[in-house]
């Protein structure tokens, strides 16, 4: 446990990964801030690795919308993340982000970005933390440590992020750099978030050249969304490549999550949307030398779009997955 806990305080962290990427837009790219032009809000819990001692369970939740006079979206991100035993270690971030709209063809808009945030790292030393010099072979745990807690278990930093988002009523595009100032979050010595780099695309296929209109049972026209994702920071590379069948209100998707020479999980999702309520679900198989012991991940999504204000109905939204 003290090993695995002073390597985080001390060695590059690494950004928590949901594997929804668009239940949680704001978290994947600032630019998705007001694309919808609705106010929205996002929900989403993420449990890694249960089978573990120290697992990961980390919360979001944000709103966006888009605003006329600003020509663009406001967005608010608050995200927590706890590791290790009771959240020994626990990181919460507080974010605003604005993304400007412009058009540059007849069906291509192009959102950019900015975002601020305000970070907090907290260190619970005295209550969960255990270290080799306290165990006693007979009775476990039961001497006091020698090891020397900080100066200060908590901890503040500001940050900064940005993000480009093109689309039209076929595809989607973005760009997004989060860390751009990489503050330092340690507790002994310096060391600094490594900045993170995210480039993601995908688009909708329509199998049936009729948009949306209901059969008997109610289903909408299903959409066939090829994704992918690619994402870098600290050296370590990530790809993400799936597929989405959307056939209103349900939503089913697949996803390979893979690093330069690792394999890493399998992730499975559905979801049901209805009028302007969605949720999701999905379940990370771990296929990595991990795979007997961490137990995957499980994720569940909560949405809600409230309705568009009736100035704003011409407004060009993004159309990609909800989930």
Same mark, same amino acid.
Not at 46 to 70: E, M
Not at 140 to 168: C, E, H, I, R, Y
Not at 182 to 202: C, I, L, W
Not at 238 to 265: C, S
């Given at each position: 446990?003290?090993?695995? $806990?002073?390597?985080?305080?001390?060695?590059?962290?690494?950004?928590?990964?949901?594997?929804? !990427?668009?239940? =949680?837009?704001?978290?994947?790219?600032?630019? !998705?801030?007001?694309?919808?032009?609705?106010?929205?809000? *996002?929900?989403?819990?993420?449990?890694?690795?249960?089978?573990?001692? *120290?697992?990961?369970? &980390?919360?979001?939740?944000?709103?966006?919308?888009?605003?006329?006079?600003?020509?663009?979206?406001?967005?608010?991100?608050?995200?927590?993340?706890?590791?290790?035993?009771?959240?020994?270690?626990? &990181? &919460?971030?507080?974010?605003?982000?604005?993304?400007?709209?412009?058009?540059?063809?007849?069906?291509?808009?192009?959102?950019?970005?900015?975002?601020?945030?305000?970070?907090?790292?907290?260190?619970?030393?005295?209550?969960?933390?255990?270290?080799?010099?306290?165990?006693?072979?007979?009775?476990?745990?039961?001497?006091?440590?020698?090891? #020397?807690?900080?100066?200060?278990?908590?901890?503040?930093?500001?940050d900064f992020n940005a993000g480009a988002l093109v689309f039209s009523s076929k595809w989607y595009a973005g760009i997004a750099a989060a860390h751009l100032t990489q503050p330092n979050q340690a507790f002994y010595s310096e060391d600094r978030v490594a900045m993170k780099f995210t480039v993601h695309g995908g688009g909708l296929i329509n199998v049936s050249e009729e948009r949306r209109r209901q059969s008997a049972l109610g289903l909408g026209t299903p959409i066939i969304s090829p994704n992918a994702?690619?994402?870098?920071?600290?050296?370590?590379?990530?790809?993400?490549?799936?597929?989405?069948?959307?056939? $209103?209100?349900?939503?089913?998707?697949?996803? !390979?999550? =893979?690093?330069?020479?690792?394999?890493?999980? !399998?992730?499975?999702?559905?979801?049901?949307?209805?009028?302007?309520?969605?949720?999701?679900? *999905?379940?990370?198989? #771990?296929?990595?030398?991990?795979?007997?012991?961490?137990?995957?991940?499980?994720?569940? #999504?909560?949405?809600?779009?409230?309705?568009?204000?009736?100035?704003?109905?011409?407004?060009?939204?993004?159309?990609?997955? *909800?989930?």
């Amino acid at each position: 446990m003290a090993v695995a $806990m002073l390597g985080a305080f001390t060695g590059k962290a690494q950004d928590i990964g949901f594997s929804q !990427f668009y239940a =949680n837009p704001l978290y994947l790219n600032p630019a !998705f801030a007001g694309s919808v032009v609705a106010p929205r809000i *996002s929900l989403s819990y993420r449990g890694q690795w249960p089978g573990l001692v *120290s697992a990961y369970t &980390t919360v979001s939740a944000s709103y966006d919308q888009y605003f006329n006079d600003l020509h663009g979206g406001l967005g608010f991100l608050l995200v927590t993340d706890r590791q290790g035993d009771h959240g020994a270690l626990s &990181t &919460t971030s507080i974010g605003a982000m604005y993304s400007f709209r412009f058009q540059v063809a007849r069906d291509i808009y192009v959102n950019a970005a900015l975002q601020a945030t305000l970070v907090n790292n907290n260190l619970n030393w005295s209550e969960y933390l255990r270290f080799p010099d306290q165990i006693d072979d007979q009775l476990g745990f039961s001497f006091a440590t020698g090891a #020397t807690p900080p100066d200060k278990t908590s901890k503040w930093s500001l940050d900064f992020n940005a993000g480009a988002l093109v689309f039209s009523s076929k595809w989607y595009a973005g760009i997004a750099a989060a860390h751009l100032t990489q503050p330092n979050q340690a507790f002994y010595s310096e060391d600094r978030v490594a900045m993170k780099f995210t480039v993601h695309g995908g688009g909708l296929i329509n199998v049936s050249e009729e948009r949306r209109r209901q059969s008997a049972l109610g289903l909408g026209t299903p959409i066939i969304s090829p994704n992918a994702v690619y994402q870098y920071q600290g050296g370590q590379h990530y790809f993400n490549y799936g597929v989405y069948l959307d056939w $209103m209100p349900f939503l089913v998707g697949v996803w !390979f999550r =893979n690093g330069i020479e690792n394999p890493d999980a !399998f992730i499975f999702m559905a979801g049901v949307q209805q009028d302007y309520f969605k949720v999701g679900y *999905s379940y990370d198989v #771990t296929v990595s030398q991990l795979a007997n012991n961490t137990g995957g991940a499980h994720e569940l #999504t909560v949405g809600l779009l409230l309705p568009v204000p009736e100035h704003k109905k011409k407004i060009k939204a993004i159309r990609c997955p *909800s989930f």
